[in-house]
Structures are given as C-alpha cells and as structure tokens.
C-alpha cells in the first residue's frame, strides 16, 4: 500500500494526477505583497500567538505549506517558516500566485466575491494568473452582501423583499454567476423555522434589522477606504434568504462546520436543515460546504436528499494531503458517487488552491487505489469515480461544459 503523504504510484493516482479539476468554491488571492504576520494570519482560522514565538505554521497545515508548498518556490521540504516567507517576498506574489495555481491543475474556478476584506483578484483575474490557456472562472454571488449593499443604499422596509430579490437577480445576470452562496451559518446558524416567511413577517423583520442600526462586517473597498455595512442577522431576514435563494433557482452554496471563531459550531450542523431540505426537495441544487467535522452528516443528506450535494473544501488543505484520505473516506462510506465535489475554499493566498487540489487528488487516489488492488471496485468504476468528483458532478450541478 501506498504512503497517503508519498508521492504514489498506480493507475489511479496517475488519472488523477493529470485531471483538470473544477475548483467549484474558492476566492481570489491578495493582489499584494503580504508582511509575514498578513501571510500567518492567513493560514489559520483561529487566533494567532504572536507574543509567544510560536506560529501558525505550527499546526498540520503549516507543515503541509513547509512540506508540499516549498519546493514549488525552489526551497527544500519542509524549509522553515522564515526562510519560507523571505522567499515568498523575494519572488512577488504574481509569480508565487502563478506558481501554486499552474501546479494545481485546475481548469475550472467558481469564485465567491462576497468576503472582500483584502483588493483581492477578480475571477477573471484568478483565471488569468497561473497562464492555463483553457482556465476559467465563474462568479458565486453572496446574497447576505446584496443585501447588506441594499440596506446601505437605503431601502423602505416593507420594499425590501422584492427590491432584495431584484437585487440579487441583477447581481446574477451582470456577472453571469452560476451559483449563490449563503453565510446563514456565521449569522444566525441553522436553528431555523424551516417554513417560508410571510410577506408581513419579512417586512416587520426588515424593519426591526433597518432600526437596528448593527453592523459588523467591514468592507475594504480600494477606492472608498473601510466602511461599515449592516450585518444580515436577523433570523427571519436570514429565513427569507433561504427561501430568495430557493426562487432564485440557481444552486445554492452553504457554508457548514469549519470556519473561524464567528461560528457556533453546535448550530451549524448540515442536519439541521433537514426540515428546510424537505420543504425544498425538487427544487434548486443544495451545495454544503466544508463540512469539517460534519462529513458524515453531510454525507448522510447527500445520500438521503436528492438536492444535496457536498465538498470538503478549506478541511482539506488544514488536515494536510496525510489526513484528507480519512477524511475523503468518511465522506464517501454511504455516499452517491455523483455528489461528491472538489473545491479549495482557498482565500487570499494560492498555497491554498494548489494544497486544497494537491490533498484531494492524493486523498482520492490512495483510497480507490486500494479498493482495485483489493479487487473491491475496478479500475474503470475507480477511474469515473475520480473524473466525476473532480470535474463532471460539478459540470452537471453549474450546467458547465466539462
Ligand atoms: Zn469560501
């Protein structure tokens, strides 16, 4: 058997090695070069130490940026995290951008362009950075920043439904996004009343949210400089989204488990929404995201509802490619082979869309190796199971052209 960190040998990984993988949710890298604190404070999703000398290159991915992101940028594995940095600054983020993206092989990008603290890279621009002469991005519109941007703009509560719906249905045409994302788990999680909110229940809500006066999520817009914006987290405000995105018709990205501190990570369980995802069946495309620790969970509503499908996203990278085939087991013990996607969920930096691919790919590889060397699937089965995770399930839920 194969070592899951080694590089491996056999049919599989080589199939998967060369793939052109569809990275179905990820935003642009920092179009800057980052101080080392920028840079540290980007691979982690808690609290960084610095007082106490230790880093965040302390932990799995840490190591996994020294072990497999290091030789790209001619350093020897595992170089330590000064030497790492020096040269990071010393090659310029284009080229270190270009470096990671070329290496992870990726075609495909759909890139969420709602979290924009940093100038970041437009689709069009993440594309354009590796030199992939058939890469191409697509843009996800995060409807919690249409309608934080209608409440800046200034809106009359009882207008807010249908001007926030008309909104988001500008946002999708303008940009041609192919999906719409939700943070619903960040704001409110999913304890949710599953139902539909009634035109006078949102209008009360908006209302209560518009008085409010609460803002929370600050936007660095170049040419503006910082601003505040109200922060969508009124429950039932949030329950309309849900139900917007669902009139939307287009599939709609959740965010679930793992994230930063902001999460409360007892309430944003994907099982919590089986009452919403039963009062949804047969409508639009559920995609959950990350998951970490709830792969099994999701695995389980991918398994049991036909609108749900799946990816492991950010966990991937930060249990490093030595753990991401435990984890890519766990996800695939009950699951439909079509319901399994890549992405990265790489944001800001590029290590992150080459290790997200590089961790996936090995992930992947070892473990349906194994099952053909062991007789229990067959190579061609392993073969599709591995173009169809990586590529063709995403292609069919986004209607692209594989
Ligand atoms: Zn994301």
Redesign the pocket.
């Known amino acids: 058997m194969n070592s899951p960190a080694a590089p491996a040998t056999g049919p599989v990984h080589e199939d998967l090695a060369r793939l052109s993988l569809v990275d179905h ?3 642009g890298v920092i179009t800057a070069d980052l101080a080392p604190e920028t840079f540290q404070s980007l691979i982690t999703e808690g609290d960084v130490w610095p007082a106490s000398g230790i880093t965040p290159f302390d932990s799995p991915v840490g190591i996994a940026i020294r072990r497999h992101c290091a030789p790209l940028l001619d350093l020897p594995r595992h170089a330590p995290p000064t030497e790492y940095l020096a040269r990071r600054a010393e090659l310029g983020w284009r080229e270190v951008s270009r470096r990671f993206l070329a290496d992870a092989g990726t075609d495909v990008f759909c890139v ?1 362009t709602g ?1 924009r603290p940093d100038r970041l890279t437009t689709p069009a621009e993440l594309a354009a950075v590796a030199g992939r002469p058939a890469a191409v991005a697509y843009e996800v519109v995060r409807l919690e920043a249409v309608a934080e941007a209608l409440a800046a703009e200034g809106v009359e509560p009882d207008e807010y439904a249908s001007l926030f719906a008309d909104a988001a249905r500008e946002a999708i045409e303008e940009r041609g996004a192919v999906a719409v ?1 939700s943070v619903a788990a960040y704001r409110t999680g999913f304890d949710l009343d599953p139902s539909r909110p009634s035109d006078a229940d949102v209008t009360e809500a908006a209302r209560r949210w518009l008085a409010s006066g609460r803002t929370g999520g600050t936007t660095a817009v170049a040419e503006e400089g910082p601003h505040t914006r109200p922060r969508l987290d009124e429950p039932v405000l949030v329950r309309h989204l849900l139900w917007t995105a669902v009139d939307l018709g287009l599939p709609l990205q959740l ?1 679930t488990g793992f994230g930063d501190n902001d999460i409360r990570m007892h309430r944003v369980d994907p099982t919590r929404l089986t009452d919403w995802l039963h009062l949804t069946s047969g409508t639009i495309p559920v995609l959950l ?2 998951c970490w620790p709830y792969q099994r969970q999701a695995a389980y509503l991918a398994t049991v509802f036909e609108q749900v499908y799946f990816d492991l ?2 966990t991937l990278h930060h249990v490093g490619p030595v753990r991401a085939r435990a984890i890519l087991e766990e996800a695939l013990e009950i699951t439909p082979f079509r319901k399994l996607l890549h992405s990265s ?1 790489a ?1 800001g930096i590029a290590e992150f869309h080459h290790l997200g691919a590089l961790a996936f790919r090995r992930g992947l590889a070892g473990l349906l190796q194994d099952r053909v060397d062991a007789d229990e699937l067959s190579l061609p089965d392993a073969l599709r199971i591995a173009v169809w995770t990586g590529r063709d399930n995403a292609c069919r839920v986004y209607g692209l052209s594989p």
């Open positions: 949710h990820c935003h969420d979290y994302k965010h995201l990350h996203g950010l969920d944001y």
